[in-house]
């Protein structure tokens, strides 16, 4: 199923009510042991630091993402942290990762970010390519970073 002919979506800020819906797209959207427990998106919701937004066509949500704003007090600086993005299967490709992905990046650049870490699976070439083409370069191989046994790459982006 793609998006239907002539409609788009809209990014609006998650709110609690989503915990369910979110958690259902994240189970889909990862491998069990990588995907997010329940309580974890609800930690995630409560957390004030992390930023959450949601994709959403015809009312339904199709995909998020979310982010959390780390102030480093040495030299006092503000940065973040890319802690998922995720759209469900069928409406991959259309856009909808990098809205996501945008709307967080404008968020931490008006909070006074200068930078944008995140992990990301070397097995993952399709999010490998995704983050590359918005900008973002390997700093560092972490080995054994998922289920203690699939490295990661760490990425990073300097905003502008
Ligand atoms: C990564 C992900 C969020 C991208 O979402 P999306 O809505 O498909 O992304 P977009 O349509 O905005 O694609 C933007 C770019 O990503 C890359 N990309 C997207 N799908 C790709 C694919 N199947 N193969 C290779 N590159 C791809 C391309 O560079 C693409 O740009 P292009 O269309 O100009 O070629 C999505 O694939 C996903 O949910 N994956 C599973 C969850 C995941 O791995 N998240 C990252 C965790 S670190």
Redesign the pocket.
């Known amino acids: 199923m793609k998006l239907p002919e002539g409609s788009s979506f809209s990014i609006r800020p998650a709110v609690m009510r989503d915990l369910d819906t979110l958690a259902a797209i994240d189970a889909v959207?990862?491998p069990t042991g990588i995907a997010y427990p329940r309580e974890e998106i609800l930690f995630l919701l409560l957390n004030p630091t992390i930023m959450i937004v949601v994709a959403e066509c015809a009312g339904i949500i199709i995909?998020f993402?979310a982010l959390e704003r780390r102030r480093r007090t040495r030299k006092n600086a503000r940065n973040g942290e890319?802690v998922?993005?995720?759209?469900?299967?069928e409406?991959?490709?259309?856009?909808?990762?990098?809205?996501?992905?945008q709307t967080l990046e404008d968020h931490l650049r008006d909070w006074g970010g200068s930078s944008i870490h995140?992990?990301?699976?070397v097995d993952?070439?399709?999010?490998f390519?995704?983050?590359?083409?918005?900008g973002y370069r390997v700093v560092n191989r972490i080995p054994q970073y998922y289920l203690r046994k699939i490295d990661a790459w760490q990425m990073e982006k300097n905003l502008p």
Do not use: D, K
Request: charged content about 10%.
């Open positions: 959207c990862f995909g993402a890319l998922t993005i995720e759209v469900l299967p409406f991959r490709g259309e856009t909808i990762g990098t809205a996501l992905y995140l992990h990301v699976s993952n070439t399709v999010a390519s995704f983050y590359q083409r918005l």
